[in-house]
C-alpha cells in the first residue's frame, strides 16, 4: 500500500464514496479536517492500486483510530503500514474489523468492542410517522443541563468505556454538537421527550448518531420520530443516503418502521490504552 498525499485526495475520495454505508467516518474526518494533522481526527490514507484502479484503502486518524476498508483483505501490506503505531481502535465493517485485529495480534481487552446491524436508506424512500404535536429544535435552543444529562446517560448505557468520566465527557460532547450543529431535541408540545444527531455529515449523506430517549419515555415512538423529522431536514438539504449501526432491537424495529433496511454489520473496536503494532 502507498502512502498518499493531498494530490491524491480525489482518489480516496471516490474509493469511500463507492463504500460509504461503512465509510462515513474516516470520509467525513478527511473532508472536515483535512489531511495536514493538527487535529485528532485528521487523517492519513495509503492506497492499494491494480492496474491503475484503487482497489483498498486504509484511513488513520492523528488519534490512532483505523478505518479499513480493504474489500480484497490485503491485511499483510496493512499490518507493514501499521507496524510501530498506536492503534487506539478500529472501526468499519465488522468482518474486516474482525480479520484487521487478528492479523495485527491485538491481544488486550477492549474497552468497548460493539458489533452493530448496519442499516441504510434512500431518503426519497424515508416513511414519515405521525408527527403532529411534535418538532425539533437546535440543540443550542434546548436546556443544556438536561441534553449535557441526556448525553451522560447514553454515554452509560452504550457506550461504556472503562474508567470513562461520562460527566466530562458528556459536556465535551454536548459542546462540539452545538458547534457542528448536528444534533436536535425533539418536543412533544412544549415538553422535550428526544434527542437525535448526525455523528457523521456529508453533502450527500449522514449517519444517524447518539439517539437517545430518557427511559421512562421510551416505546412511544420518539426516537422514530425523531430520527424521521431530522432526516427530513437533511433530505429538504439535498441529502440523498442515510445510515447507522443500531444498539439494540427495539432500535432496530423503530429504524426499519422509517424505511431503513439491514445492509449488513458494523464493529467498533476501542482500546483504553493505544495498542502499539510489532513486527
Not at 468497548?112 to 424515508?126: F, I, K, Q, V
Not at 448505557?157 to 459542546?175: G, Q
Not at 444534533?183 to 434527542?195: F, S
Request: proline fraction near 6%; charged fraction near 20%.
Amino acid at each position: 500500500m502507498i502512502r498518499v498525499t493531498e494530490k491524491d485526495r480525489a482518489a480516496v475520495e471516490a474509493f469511500l464514496a463507492q463504500h460509504i454505508a461503512t465509510s462515513m467516518f474516516p470520509l467525513s474526518n478527511l473532508r472536515r479536517f483535512g489531511m495536514a494533522g493538527g487535529h485528532p481526527r485528521a487523517m492519513r490514507f495509503w492506497l492499494r492500486w491494480q492496474a491503475g484502479t484503487v482497489t483498498d484503502a486504509l484511513g488513520v486518524s492523528e488519534e490512532g483510530m483505523v478505518f479499513p476498508q480493504c474489500p480484497t483483505a490485503p491485511w499483510g501490506d496493512v499490518k507493514v503500514v501499521l507496524q510501530g503505531q498506536n492503534v487506539k481502535g478500529i472501526l468499519g465493517d465488522a468482518a474486516q474489523v474482525a480479520d484487521l485485529r487478528a492479523v495485527l495480534a491485538l491481544s488486550g481487552d477492549p474497552g468497548l468492542d460493539e458489533n452493530e446491524p448496519l442499516y441504510g436508506l434512500s431518503l426519497a424512500d424515508l416513511i414519515m410517522p405521525e408527527v403532529t404535536n411534535f418538532r425539533l429544535i437546535s440543540l443550542k435552543d434546548a436546556p443544556r443541563k438536561l441534553v449535557v444529562g441526556w448525553r451522560r446517560a447514553y454515554l452509560e448505557e452504550v457506550l461504556p468505556m472503562p474508567d470513562e468520566d461520562f460527566a466530562m465527557t458528556a459536556v465535551k460532547d454536548i459542546i462540539g454538537y452545538i458547534e457542528a450543529d448536528t444534533h436536535r431535541v425533539l418536543y412533544e408540545g412544549e415538553t422535550p421527550v428526544a434527542m437525535t444527531g448526525f455523528n457523521a455529515v456529508l453533502p450527500e449523506a449522514v449517519q444517524i448518531g447518539g439517539v437517545y430517549t430518557p427511559p421512562e419515555l421510551r416505546a412511544r415512538g420518539y426516537a422514530r420520530r425523531a430520527v424521521a423529522l431530522h432526516l427530513a431536514q437533511a433530505r429538504a438539504a439535498c441529502v440523498e443516503k442515510a445510515s447507522l449501526f443500531a444498539a439494540s432491537s427495539q432500535a432496530c424495529k423503530a429504524y426499519e418502521s422509517i424505511g431503513f433496511r439491514r445492509t449488513g454489520y458494523f464493529r467498533i473496536l476501542v482500546y483504553q490504552e493505544p495498542q502499539v503494532i510489532y513486527g
